[in-house]
């Protein structure tokens, strides 16, 4: 392999990664919201990906998501309402975690495309797009599929389960934005 083709983290990229981590983890402390509806519940670890992905790009984001995963393989609690060990990988919200590496990496490979634009709203727009994207549509896109072929209801009746949930992510994608927009206020992102 040539350097070019490595990938190489760095002191920095690991305490971006770790920090951004703290940060999905942090937001699982928030309990669980269960709407009864579906047997998955309603989290604030979505806006973390969100963030994660935004905040510090497609490597670093995903890696982000894949530490907070490791944690919970090993059993550490750190999913919202103290959940963690290897059974959680086989319940009704695996898809939702296993979605969260790609969510994550792409949300941060289409926000390093977007920063090139110099208009604020028109950055802005493009954030919400990918974040939407990403955190939205990828997260519930890998949640259903696996719901519907874990619990064996059909696509249609979980896909209209979970639009309970939209109202809240469309919310986390917008706040993850204004948080990110005001970061970028005070400093450049390092987006890897």
């Known amino acids: 392999m040539t350097p070019q083709s490595t990938i190489a983290l760095g002191t920095r990229?690991?305490?971006l990664i770790g920090l951004s981590a703290g940060l999905i983890v942090a937001l699982g402390a928030v309990p669980?919201?269960?709407?009864?509806?579906l047997p998955?519940?309603?989290t604030l670890q979505s806006f973390g990906v969100m963030l994660a992905g935004?905040?510090?790009g497609p490597k670093r984001g995903a890696l982000a998501c894949l530490t907070v995963l490791a944690l919970v393989a090993v059993g550490l609690p750190v999913l919202s309402g103290g959940r963690g060990g290897l059974a959680v990988f086989a319940g009704p919200s695996a898809g939702y975690l296993l979605a969260w590496m790609p969510a994550a990496y792409i949300i941060g490979f289409l926000a390093t495309r977007a920063e090139a634009l110099q208009r604020?709203?028109?950055r802005s727009a493009a954030y919400l797009f990918v974040t939407v994207l990403g955190g939205v549509i990828v997260l519930n896109l890998g949640g259903v599929l696996w719901l519907a072929a874990v619990s064996h209801i059909s696509v249609t009746t979980v896909i209209a389960g979970s639009l309970v949930f939209m109202?809240?992510?469309l919310i986390k994608a917008v706040l993850a934005?204004?948080?990110?927009?005001?970061v970028e206020a005070l400093l450049t992102l390092p987006r890897v």
């Open 177 to 182: 934005v204004l948080v990110v927009r005001r």
């Open 120 to 122: 604020p709203l028109a």
């Open 13 to 15: 990229d690991l305490a």
């Open 54 to 56: 935004l905040m510090f």
């Open 32 to 37: 669980p919201i269960v709407v009864g509806i």
């Open 40 to 42: 998955v519940p309603i």
């Open 167 to 169: 109202p809240g992510d």
